[in-house]
């Protein structure tokens, strides 16, 4: 077999497993619940198929191969285990089903409740990204520590810890009833919104966590999105994020400097994305249920009218930021909701909201601090201003944007 | 809980300092510094001389050993600590990331011994 043969295989095998991981494992795992054996057994399967595919060929249903590969391996598995008697049932189960798959590929697409089950209220908050990212994208510990800012060690622990809760814990695998759907649904939201990343774009206030996961958090929406097409939040979310990402090129300038919104060439916004997340939100206005994230998408859609006009229509994102405060108050918001007052009606009204806050809350949340700086500085208050952009800068974690800002503070 | 953030260079990193208060490169540490204190996560820091100033001393079986410069000839050195006062590694981590010496060099974070180790050593 020739070298270039091995080479497609193999990134069929890559193809392949990016597009079915979640699929395999949340089937692997739903009668189980045990997410940590089912990724095992898909591994196992996946490394079986390196060798396997250069030899015979790439089967016609590679998934539906992958999944008999690894009920197989998860058989072996349990039979090593020596749980023989706990499990039986699910042992014939699986080899029952194991019979069928020859037969026909299809089989029931459980991400949904993988995702509901990897942000479960008994499951840490902190936990359900990188259970997300895991479990149903199949990144490795080491790539999410990276981006959570937490050793790869402790990770993993943290991930093993959490998937012995789900399978011991009694989590079950489904779609929450009605009565608990909203805030159900919400904790995925916020758990994929999380792996996004961007917290707030505005006075080089900006959020690294998780920054390089945006394609990633893009990615589960639209797993979401097809799997619960009726709910508005879920378009919101998809909308603000494409909203986001649409900038991304105009947020650094050729030689890498840090571009602030407000000074980005909108022409380099990828039209597109903007173009596909009105579409969305537009979808999402049409069912009539408001929330928080097709709020922060509407003000993100403000701000795209600079594509075709040249200015920003600040008193209309006031009015987002105030509707989006009674439903989320968060530091993010009330600090977005005080630049944009700094827009609409002048810096000293911008200031008076950001005084309204809580100042033991603000000590280590650098946009309040990048967008005091910014509004000092507008009102000819230089001292101040620059003890403000310092607290930016040193809560500051982007190079960019320090440098950006200790340019500003002069 | 204190940890100490281990603040490493290489030597083009040394060779930008000018020891000259007004170095503009020292605007980004000024503001770093500031953000730990008014966050009220400071306990201490020093900076330390370029590594070819030190020397490195060790006693074998009673024989004195004098050598010149830094205990380990790694080509990162240790160029300086600070220590916070935080309620979890975590976010030890997070004012690692924060550090201006973690996008220029690396910054390791590790906590101090427990306190009752430390006041044996202290007497």
Redesign the interface.
């Known amino acids: 077999m020739n070298g270039s043969n091995q080479e497609d295989t193999h990134r069929t095998v890559e193809r392949v497993a990016r597009e079915s991981y979640g699929r395999l494992v949340a089937y692997l795992s739903s009668h189980t619940r045990d997410v940590a054996s089912a990724e095992d057994a898909l591994s196992n399967a996946l490394v079986a198929a390196l060798t396997a595919w250069p030899r015979d060929g790439v089967p016609q249903n590679p998934e539906a191969w992958l999944l008999t590969t690894a009920r197989h391996s998860l058989i072996d598995h349990m039979r090593h285990q020596q749980v023989a008697l706990a499990s039986e049932p699910t042992l014939l189960l699986l080899r029952e089903e194991s019979t069928e798959m020859t037969l026909s590929p299809e089989f029931p697409d459980e991400r949904l409740k993988l995702l509901f089950v990897c942000a479960h209220p008994a499951i840490d908050p902190g936990m359900h990204t990188p259970l997300m990212l895991q479990t149903v994208l199949g990144l490795d510990a080491v790539r999410i520590a990276h981006a959570f800012?937490?050793?790869p060690k402790?990770m993993g622990q943290r991930l093993v810890r959490a998937k012995t809760k789900i399978r011991d814990g009694g989590i079950q695998f489904e779609v929450p009833p009605e009565r608990e759907l909203p805030q159900r649904l919400d904790a995925v939201l916020e758990a994929i919104y999380a792996a996004f990343g961007i917290g707030w774009d505005g006075m080089a206030g900006v959020d690294?966590r998780g920054r390089d996961l945006a394609e990633e958090a893009i990615w589960l929406a639209r797993v979401l999105l097809q799997l619960m097409p009726s709910e508005a939040e879920v378009r919101g979310l998809l909308a603000l994020m494409l909203h986001c990402e649409a900038r991304r090129q105009a947020r650094r300038a050729p030689d890498k400097r840090y571009v602030p919104l407000s000074e980005q060439d909108a022409q380099q916004w990828s039209l597109p994305l903007i173009q596909e997340a009105e579409g969305h939100l537009a979808e999402a206005a049409s069912r009539g249920r408001t929330g928080r994230f097709q709020l922060e998408a509407a003000i993100q859609s403000v701000h795209a009218e600079r594509t075709h006009n040249s200015r920003t229509e600040w008193s209309a994102i006031v009015l987002f930021y105030e509707q989006l405060i009674r439903i989320s108050p968060t530091l993010g918001t009330q600090t977005g909701h005080a630049a944009a007052v700094g827009e609409a009606k002048g810096p000293e009204a911008g200031l008076a909201v950001l005084d309204g806050l809580d100042l033991g809350v603000v000590?280590?949340y650098q946009p309040y601090w990048a967008v005091r700086a910014h509004l000092l500085q507008r009102l000819g208050r230089p001292s101040e201003a620059r003890?403000a952009?310092?607290?930016?800068?040193?809560?500051?974690?982007d190079?960019a944007v320090?440098e950006f800002l200790?340019e500003r503070?002069g | 809980m204190q940890f100490a953030l281990l603040i490493y260079h290489s030597p083009e990193e040394f060779a930008m300092r000018k020891n000259d208060y007004n170095d503009p490169h020292l605007g980004a540490w000024r503001a770093y510094y500031k953000a730990l204190v008014e966050a009220g996560v400071y306990v201490g820091a020093n900076a330390l001389e370029v590594p070819e100033t030190g020397t490195t001393v060790r006693l074998r079986e009673g024989k004195r050993s004098v050598q010149d410069g830094p205990f380990a000839e790694t080509k990162e050195q240790l160029a300086g600590f600070i220590i916070l006062e935080l309620p979890s590694v975590d976010a030890a981590l997070e004012w690692a990331a924060r550090c201006p010496g973690a996008s220029i060099g690396a910054v390791e974070v590790r906590p101090l011994a427990p306190e009752a180790m430390r006041r044996g050593f202290t007497g």
Do not use: N, V, W
Not at chain 1, 389 to 396: E, F, K
């Open positions: 800012l937490i050793s402790t690294q000590s280590q003890d952009y310092d607290r930016a800068i040193g809560l500051a974690e190079p320090k200790l503070r």
